[in-house]
T-cell receptor
Framework: GENVEQHPSTLSVQEGDSAVIKCTYSDSASNYFPWYKQELGKGPQLIIDIRSNVGEKKDQRIAVTLNKTAKHFSLHITETQPEDSAVYFCAAKETSYDKVIFGPGTSLSVIP | DTGVSQNPRHKITKRGQNVTFRCDPISEHNRLYWYRQTLGQGPEFLTYFQNEAQLEKSRLLSDRFSAERPKGSFSTLEIQRTEQGDSAMYLC????????????FGEGSRLTVL
C-alpha cells in the first residue's frame, strides 16, 4: 500500500520568510496529492491539491510542485504570517481507490 | 451547510468499556470516512462508506471496532472492550464523491481510555 513520508517534522520561520515542506510517496499509481492544514483543536482542512498531470500549482502565497519521476512533492508558503502556524499534512491518493493516505505532518511555527 | 459534526467531542472511559462515536456528514455527501489520529501523527485511515456500503476496512481496525452507516446518512463507530492503546482522536470526514477527492473533516472525537 501507499506510504507517505514528510520532512521536516517541525519548522520554525520568521514572519515574511518562506517555508518549504517536502514529501515522498511510494505508490507510482497515486495521482492526486492534497495538502491539509490542521489548527489546534480542529480537523484538517484542504488548502491546495495537485494532480499528476500537472507539475506545479499556485494559489496566492501557496504553491505545490510535483515530480512524478522521483515521487516527490512539495509545499511552498511565501511571505509567511503568524496565522500560517499550524500542522501541515501532505497526502496521496490513487483515483481508483478512495482512501487518502496522510504523511506524519509538519508543525510550522511563524515567529512574529 | 453546517459542516461535518461529530459527537461526543470528548470521551473518557475505563479500560474494557464500550464507546460509540457518531458522525453526521455534510448533507448529500455520499462518501464517509473514519480516521484515527494520535499525537504527533497524521490521520490513519480506518474505513470508509459509499452511501450505506462499507467499501474498505483497514487492517488497523481490529474486530473490536465496528462502523455502520445505516441509510447512508450518519455513521457510528463503536469500540468494544476499549484498551489504553485506543486512546486517540477519531476523525470523520465526508466527500461528495466527485473526482476532486477533497475530504471535509469534522473536529474529531477525542477518546481517553484510563
Amino acid at each position: 500500500g501507499e506510504n507517505v513520508e514528510q520532512h521536516p517534522s517541525t519548522l520554525s520561520v520568521q514572519e515574511g520568510d518562506s517555508a518549504v515542506i517536502k514529501c515522498t510517496y511510494s505508490d507510482s499509481a497515486s495521482n492526486y496529492f492534497p495538502w491539509y492544514k490542521q489548527e489546534l483543536g480542529k480537523g484538517p482542512q484542504l488548502i491546495i491539491d495537485i494532480r499528476s498531470n500537472v507539475g506545479e500549482k499556485k494559489d496566492q502565497r501557496i504553491a505545490v510542485t510535483l515530480n512524478k519521476t522521483a515521487k516527490h512533492f512539495s509545499l511552498h508558503i511565501t511571505e509567511t504570517q503568524p496565522e500560517d502556524s499550524a500542522v501541515y499534512f501532505c497526502a496521496a491518493k490513487e483515483t481508483s481507490y478512495d482512501k487518502v493516505i496522510f504523511g506524519p505532518g509538519t508543525s510550522l511555527s511563524v515567529i512574529p | 451547510d453546517t459542516g461535518v459534526s461529530q459527537n461526543p467531542r470528548h470521551k473518557i472511559t475505563k479500560r474494557g468499556q464500550n464507546v460509540t462515536f457518531r458522525c453526521d456528514p455534510i448533507s448529500e455527501h455520499n462518501r464517509l470516512y473514519w480516521y484515527r489520529q494520535t499525537l504527533g501523527q497524521g490521520p490513519e485511515f480506518l474505513t470508509y462508506f459509499q452511501n450505506e456500503a462499507q467499501l474498505e476496512k483497514s487492517r488497523l481496525l481490529s474486530d473490536r471496532f465496528s462502523a455502520e452507516r445505516p441509510k447512508g446518512s450518519f455513521s457510528t463507530l463503536e469500540i468494544q472492550r476499549t484498551e489504553q492503546g485506543d486512546s486517540a482522536m477519531y476523525l470523520c470526514a465526508s466527500s461528495p464523491g466527485t473526482h476532486t477527492g477533497e475530504l471535509f473533516f469534522g473536529e474529531g472525537s477525542r477518546l481517553t481510555v484510563l
